[in-house]
């Protein structure tokens, strides 16, 4: 059974910075994405940065030079790091992974269970 579990999160001021990680743990033999995703309300669920063993690292343009994903791949671990935060990042924050648990199962995707993340003075 494989879970995630993400950390960090809150409320910070217009132009400050914050650090989301997100953890995946149990029965694991590969992963092959590491994703952020975030939905605002009344808005659907987007893509934030992610990492792929086949593509690379892709962010949203609305986060391009401001976020910072990450990764140590020895310890399933990833980190978002979001400096200049804006009014408009306020939403709730998903670790994303497409993880094969075993070598005979097929990748599948897995998502954390969000956190809130608010910009506001």
């Known amino acids: 059974q494989v879970q995630l579990v993400e950390s960090g999160g809150g409320l910070v001021q217009p132009g400050g910075s914050l650090r989301l990680s997100c953890e995946a743990s149990g029965t694991i033999f590969s992963i092959n994405v590491m994703a952020w995703y975030r939905q605002a309300p009344g808005k659907e669920r987007e893509l934030v940065a992610s990492?792929?063993?086949?593509?690379?690292?892709n962010y949203a343009d609305s986060v391009k030079g401001r976020f910072t994903i990450s990764r140590d791949a020895a310890k399933y671990t990833w980190d978002l790091l979001m400096d200049s935060l804006k009014p408009e990042d306020t939403a709730v924050y998903y670790c994303n992974a497409v993880i094969r648990p075993t070598w005979r199962a097929s990748r599948s995707p897995y998502w954390g269970q969000g956190t809130q993340v608010t910009v506001s003075s």
């Open positions: 990492i792929s063993l086949d593509t690379g690292i």
